[in-house]
């Protein structure tokens, strides 16, 4: 699945996203990942700087979801996909470090990188925005200030 405008936009005003995996026998682990990026047109890469709970699932069960929201607006994306680890022994390894790195600023040191190929996306919306549909998102942002004490 090819990631939309929209969900690029998420992404970018998102401070983190949440790595959804689970185990062989299904026990499910959520992470928040802080250094993630889009990658090509149907993924997403995450520096596995501390996730080693992660990439034990996804070496059992490579089946995972992203989420990520933007706090204020209160709308983000859910993505489902299929993950595989990188090392700096794969070829591709290098290109998608480069991404990484300039958020990192080498801050955060990686050896391996989470890539998630998109299969199909769902939005995430407050349930606010449901319940008063004339609710516009500058009037969201500003509950949701007052509601975190900015």
């Known amino acids: 699945m090819k990631i939309s405008k929209e969900i690029k936009k998420y ?7 949440w790595l959804a995996t689970s185990s062989a026998d299904n026990t499910p682990n959520v992470s928040p990942k802080e250094i993630f990026s889009e990658f090509g047109e149907d993924a997403i890469i995450i520096a596995n ?3 080693p ?27 489902h996909g299929t993950a595989t680890l990188h090392t700096k022994k794969d070829s591709d390894f290098t290109t998608m470090e480069k991404v990484l790195l300039k958020m990192t600023e080498g801050k955060f040191p990686f050896a391996s990188i989470i890539k998630i190929t998109i299969e199909h996306a769902k939005p995430i919306i407050a349930p606010k925005y449901i319940l008063y549909p004339e609710t516009t998102e500058s009037q969201q942002i500003e509950s949701a200030k007052k509601a975190y004490g900015f």
């Open 11 to 17: 992404i970018n005003q998102s401070v983190l996203c």
């Open 49 to 51: 700087i501390a996730s």
């Open 53 to 79: 709970q992660s990439v034990r699932n996804i070496k059992e069960n490579k089946k995972v979801c992203i989420s990520f929201i933007d706090v204020l607006v209160q709308k983000g994306f859910q993505l």
